[in-house]
């Protein structure tokens, strides 16, 4: 049974750094696509951003709105995948989820993509 729990979130001032992590069990993740998405209140689910790992290459991909200011990397020892975040605005505020993605081998921006998802952690960025 794949679970993937998310960790991380907080209530942080703009301008703060956090870092989200997504530990994974149930099978082994290091060659498919994860992703982190984000949900705010009355909105729909929006891709943040994803990376896939074959052999020594490693793709990711970022929405625009987070180009630059986060990272998305993963400890394939841990089965984990991490979402470091930099300059937080308050319009990050969200509760952020992990997904993994089995068919893909690439970075995928679609929800629809993903197989498997976590039960998601709060962001809150207060101005």
């Known amino acids: ?34 992703g982190w ?3 705010a209140p009355g909105k729909a689910r929006e ?3 994803a990376i896939t790992s ?15 200011r986060f990272t998305i990397s993963r400890d394939n020892a841990k089965n984990t995948v991490y979402l470091q975040m930099y300059t937080l605005k308050p319009e990050d505020t969200a509760v952020y989820y992990c997904g993994l993605d089995l068919s893909s081998f690439a970075p995928q921006a679609d929800p629809r993509r993903y197989d498997y998802w976590g039960q998601g952690t709060q962001v809150t960025v207060s101005s």
């Open 1 to 34: 049974q794949v679970q993937l729990v998310e960790s991380g979130g907080g209530l942080v001032q703009a301008g703060d750094s956090l870092r989200l992590s997504c530990a994974g069990s149930g099978r082994t993740f290091s060659t498919y696509t994860m």
């Open 54 to 68: 074959s052999g020594s290459t490693t793709m990711t991909r970022y929405a625009d709105s987070v180009k630059g």
């Open 37 to 39: 998405f984000r949900q």
């Open 47 to 49: 891709f943040v951003a």
